[in-house]
């Protein structure tokens, strides 16, 4: 059975991405050392989303044969799941949008801005993922479609470059004539190139290639993730030299490799399979989704406790998803929150 030989590694990184993700919301090793902190996010767990993607675009397009009405139908039925998904949470988290609109100096402004996000950057900020996804898939495909894979290539690293740019370059951006006005424009209207244009489709595509071209050896995909690896520490390095580096850097170059290594030493990495992984796929999508509905509490009651709060998140959303995964069999409605 393929899933037997191939997917258990799968399964065991996207539980352990959702715990990185969980991470860069809560900065666990602040406390402790800042620096550290800095690297931990800027480097491990700037792995998680980029996998994320990649493994969605892996597990959807290899299901696709040619058939054009077919393949378009399969990608409508995904669609329409991870935008159910998105509606529901988007709901979810409304309370938490009322209680920030109510504290904002403009609300007419916030509503306005709320709007964009909720098609750009999600309606809550950890919620981009998934309209990302829906963006990112409808683009992949279309380039591919339209240009072939190798069009559809250079297409995909035009846009992860231009972002590569938006994203990690903004500081000095900000600080030269004429460009800052147009770095400016580009804040204001789509806030930040982390989104399904300029993000999502390298990892998605990469996912896609994979499925098509099949995976090298695990020892050829290990030793070329660990190189890429280190280019991303070396990386990551050079950014906090400079000074540019910030929370929301994520774009780097070193994470197309990485990701691209990543992906295929997993796929080969033979792991017996286990009922459990199963579950552990379950339970990263609703720990990914529901962690900032304990994130913003324990906050609040601990700001300077950053590793207890991640503690804590990681018990309470363990504790939701297995609840989820547990009963929904019972209460079928359950469903709708993975």
């Known amino acids: 059975m393929v899933k037997d030989k191939y997917y258990s590694a799968i399964d065991i990184a996207k539980y352990v991405s959702a715990l990185l993700v969980v991470a860069v919301h809560t900065y666990p090793l602040l406390e402790i ?14 792995l998680a989303v980029p996998f994320f993607f990649c493994a ?20 409508i039925r995904y669609l329409y799941r991870i935008g159910q998904l998105y509606l529901v949470w988007t ?32 309606s809550y900020y950890h919620l981009w993922f998934l ?16 240009k072939g ?27 030269l004539p004429v460009i800052h006005i147009v770095y400016g424009f580009f804040t204001k209207t789509m806030v930040t190139a982390r989104n399904g244009i300029f993000f999502a489709p390298m990892f998605l595509f990469i996912g896609m290639w994979i499925a098509r071209k099949g995976a090298n050896s695990f020892k050829a995909s290990a030793i070329g993730f660990g190189i890429s690896f280190l280019c991303l520490i070396l990386e990551v390095s050079l950014y906090y030299a400079m000074g540019i580096l910030q929370d929301l850097s994520c774009m780097y170059l070193s994470l197309i490799p990485c990701i691209w290594f990543l992906m295929q030493m997993l796929l080969r990495w033979e792991l017996p399979y286990k009922p459990s992984y199963n579950e552990l796929r379950q339970d990263s999508i609703l720990i990914y989704v529901s962690q900032i509905l304990f994130t913003r ?5 601990l700001p300077d406790a950053h590793l207890v709060v991640y503690m804590l998140t990681l018990a309470c959303c363990q504790m939701f998803a297995q609840a989820v995964v ?8 359950l469903n709708y929150l993975m």
């Open 33 to 46: 050392n800042a620096v550290l902190n800095t690297f931990f996010i800027g480097t491990i767990c700037r």
């Open 56 to 75: 969605s675009g892996y597990f959807l397009f290899r299901k696709m044969n040619g058939d054009e009405k077919r393949d378009q139908n399969r990608i």
């Open 91 to 122: 709901v979810i988290y409304l309370p938490y949008v009322i209680w920030d609109l109510a504290q904002s100096k403009s609300r007419f402004r916030f509503i306005l801005g709320w709007v964009r996000d909720f098609f750009l950057c999600g």
């Open 131 to 146: 309209p990302a996804l829906m963006l990112g898939i409808v683009i992949v495909y279309a380039l591919v479609y339209k």
């Open 149 to 175: 894979m190798k069009g559809a290539l250079f297409a995909v690293l035009g846009l992860y470059f231009v972002g590569y740019l938006i994203n990690i370059y903004g500081p000095i951006w900000e600080t």
């Open 297 to 301: 509490i324990f906050l609040i009651l």
């Open 326 to 333: 547990k009963y929904r069999h019972k209460f079928p409605w």
